[in-house]
T-cell receptor
Framework: KAGVTQTPRYLIKTRGQQVTLSCSPISGHRSVSWYQQTPGQGLQFLFEYFSETQRNKGNFPGRFSGRQFSNSRSEMNVSTLELGDSALYLC????????????????FGAGSRLTVL | AQSVTQPDIHITVSEGASLELRCNYSYGATPYLFWYVQSPGQGLQLLLKYFSGDTLVQGIKGFEAEFKRSQSSFNLRKPSVHWSDAAEYFCAVVPGGGNFNKFYFGSGTKLNVKP
């Protein structure tokens, strides 16, 4: 079974630009979560999507947005980039099917490393 | 405030020595508990989880963790560390009640292994 795929793996942007990151979850996983990881702040929750609906959102400004498509693939967008947005952005998918042993565990992609100059 | 605490930012152990990484949480009901490991430049990989039942859980790569309700702790252990265990380790919590929409992560512990 293919894992969680994130693209692009690395990207460099300048302040004021916008960026879109993509995440393809494991087949059958309908929940997709996004986290921002920085050395100073650790792992911070951005949002979680399930069946194209955002169910939970972290404490980030409105410049951070996301969406999920009918095939469970997800994208996140950051507009008007700031230097502080430089981070590793991690996507994780989750199988939500009942009490099976694989349910309700986050499986992470390798991340998208964003550098803002 | 609800939180997940990993008191040790860095730990160095010699190869072959035992390891214990600490994790404490502050949530009212018994939470769901996880340990993840992250190698440089990679995503996080699940080592083990605790949902219910036996409080000593076994994971991959020879790791185990023990849930102690009285101490609100979920410490990770390994009897003999290998050089390949050098990585960063994260404890994660989902508060009791089963809303898995949001996982709370500790700040991580970086493990260095001396030859």
């Amino acid at each position: 079974k293919a894992g969680v795929t994130q693209t692009p793996r690395y990207l460099i942007k300048t302040r004021g630009q916008q960026v879109t990151l993509s995440c393809s979850p494991i087949s059958g996983h309908r929940s997709v979560s996004w986290y921002q990881q920085t050395p100073g702040q650790g792992l911070q929750f951005l949002f979680e999507y399930f069946s194209e609906t955002q169910r939970n959102k972290g404490n980030f400004p409105g410049r951070f947005s996301g969406r999920q498509f009918s095939n469970s693939r997800s994208e996140m967008n950051v507009s008007t980039l700031e230097l502080g947005d430089s981070a590793l952005y991690l996507c994780a998918s989750r199988y939500t099917g009942g009490e099976s042993s694989g349910a309700n565990v986050l499986t992470f992609g390798a991340g998208s490393r964003l550098t803002v100059l | 405030a609800q939180s997940v605490t990993q008191p040790d930012i860095h730990i160095t152990v010699s190869e072959g020595a035992s390891l214990e990484l600490r994790c404490n949480y502050s949530y009212g009901a018994t939470p769901y508990l996880f340990w993840y490991v992250q190698s440089p430049g990679q995503g996080l990989q699940l080592l083990l989880k605790y949902f219910s039942g036996d409080t000593l859980v076994q994971g991959i790569k020879g790791f185990e963790a023990e849930f102690k309700r009285s101490q609100s702790s979920f410490n990770l252990r390994k009897p003999s560390v290998h050089w390949s265990d050098a990585a960063e380790y994260f404890c994660a919590v989902v508060p009791g009640g089963g809303n898995f929409n949001k996982f709370y992560f500790g700040s991580g512990t970086k493990l260095n292994v001396k030859p």
